[in-house]
């Protein structure tokens, strides 16, 4: 499978905006022969946008951006992980990030469980005990947010769960430059997964983005690394990569269960 | 507190040899003002020296050699934490490490949880359910051995108990350098824990240790790492330090533990 990863600067509040950037970054993605494009946090609404707007942008996960994205992954017969704020049928605002395949059906949705600090919490409530992991072009794939990975029970918790891909939308800013580094390389390895890290750069209002989004192997080894611009980053995912990492590090076969 | 690490080639099966280097490094660490001295996983005994040795030279906690520990420990007033192979009291031989204080006590006791291939199965019993935090100087210690810290799980389990130093004496070889590289810091960080791992350089019989030892700091930066050549590390612990990273990274606060 070739994945796509777009970092770009954020465009807040501007849904329409957003979906057509999505558009053309899908068009291309396809033409460089990717079946699956990832997306930053939020990427339909911006991140740091607020309550106010959270509230107001919020819609369910079957709503009509959720139509609109499902359109684009159908016309380039692509898949397409993006993040958004999302209404519950609770009335929750959720941040949000949802998997829809190529021919346009919603494969899951996950909300953000470990919640960032004011930024997060002052516009959503924290997902609840739902860490979904599906099958995508006969891949296991699951979803994490952000704040998420830097908790090394997330990820692990995909993994025991059968995740061999984990797919992770981000607004990671500085100074935290080290998750980006270290921490997303640890994930995957220690996981044998592959990792998908999917940051904004540029700013948002007083945020400023640190980039370096990822694509990183079942060994730790960044296949792709971007830098502080917008960019497009491109990999292919191999079996024999998780099959040869797996016997490697047998991480998952190991652990001690009975003491953890 | 000042910490010293010593990293060197093995000297398998050579108890006597082993202790008066041991001398010799606390001399040396004592000499610079450390008040800890750190050495790699079974440095007692070499490490890859099959089961047939570990059998004949493992000792109970408190036997010939930990007294022998604790007289160098006394003489040079300082702690020491180093690996053998323990005899318990259940006739089992296990992968330990003991750390013994300033006065000569044995502070704790910990038996490797996670056996690494056929190396530590063919000699050693797995540790039980014994994950011990005690205090040095002020400072709340844990202690893992090698593969351990590349379970996230078994340095959480320290942190979650109080840990901020955390010693993991190691015996790690090519080509697993992305633990000495990556993991670690992210161990660290992950738990805003000083983190202290020391390893063997040079060759024991087919296998070629990776050095790299480091001392790394609770935001997971590299205070001091080795090469590979036989070297000792020095580093300060500061207070501050890990009082800061826990307010930058509320980590252990913020880790859902309804979930997890």
Same mark, same amino acid.
Not at 208 to 231: N, R
């Given at each position: /499978? ?15 905006? +957003?979906?057509?950037? &999505? ?18 946090? /939020? =990427? @339909?609404?911006?991140? +740091?946008?607020? @309550?106010?707007?959270?509230?107001? @942008?919020?819609?369910?996960? *079957? ?14 017969? &692509? ?15 959720? !941040?949000?990030?949802? &998997?829809?395949?190529?021919? $346009? ?10 919640? =960032?600090? +004011?930024? *997060? ?5 924290? $997902? ?31 993994? @025991? ?11 990671? /800013?500085?100074?935290? *430059? =080290? ?10 390895? #220690? !996981? %044998? ?12 209002? #007083?945020?400023?983005?640190?980039? %370096? ?18 960019? %497009? ?28």
């Amino acid at each position: /499978m070739r994945i796509a990863l777009f970092q770009g600067t954020p465009a807040p509040l501007d849904v329409p905006g +957003n979906l057509e950037r &999505l558009q053309q970054q899908a068009h291309l993605a396809a033409e460089r022969g990717a079946q699956l494009l990832v997306c930053p946090e /939020m =990427f @339909l609404s911006g991140y +740091n946008i607020g @309550l106010e707007h959270a509230e107001r @942008l919020a819609e369910a996960a *079957d709503g009509a951006s959720a139509k609109g994205v499902a359109q684009i992954a159908q016309a380039h017969r &692509l898949a397409i992980a993006y993040g958004y704020p999302e209404r519950g049928n609770d009335g929750a605002i959720y !941040n949000s990030v949802q &998997l829809i395949d190529a021919r $346009g059906r919603s494969l899951c949705n996950y909300r953000k469980t470990h919640l =960032f600090g +004011n930024l *997060d919490r002052s516009m959503f409530s924290p $997902g609840a005990d739902h860490f979904p992991v599906v099958e995508l072009d006969g891949w296991k794939v699951g979803l994490l947010i952000c704040y998420d990975i830097e908790f090394p029970e997330n990820a692990r918790r995909l993994a @025991l769960g059968g995740a061999e891909l984990i797919l992770v939308p981000t607004a990671n /800013m500085a100074p935290y *430059d =080290f998750v980006c580094q270290v921490t997303v390389r640890s994930r995957a390895q #220690e !996981n %044998q997964c592959y990792l998908v890290y999917a940051n904004y750069c540029g700013a948002e209002g #007083e945020i400023q983005y640190c980039g %370096q989004s990822s694509i990183v192997g079942p060994d730790g080894s960044l296949l792709a690394m971007a830098g502080h611009e917008e960019c %497009q980053l491109l990999a292919d995912l191999e079996r024999q990569r998780v099959l040869q990492g797996r016997e490697a590090f047998p991480y998952l076969e190991d652990l001690r269960k009975d003491l953890h």
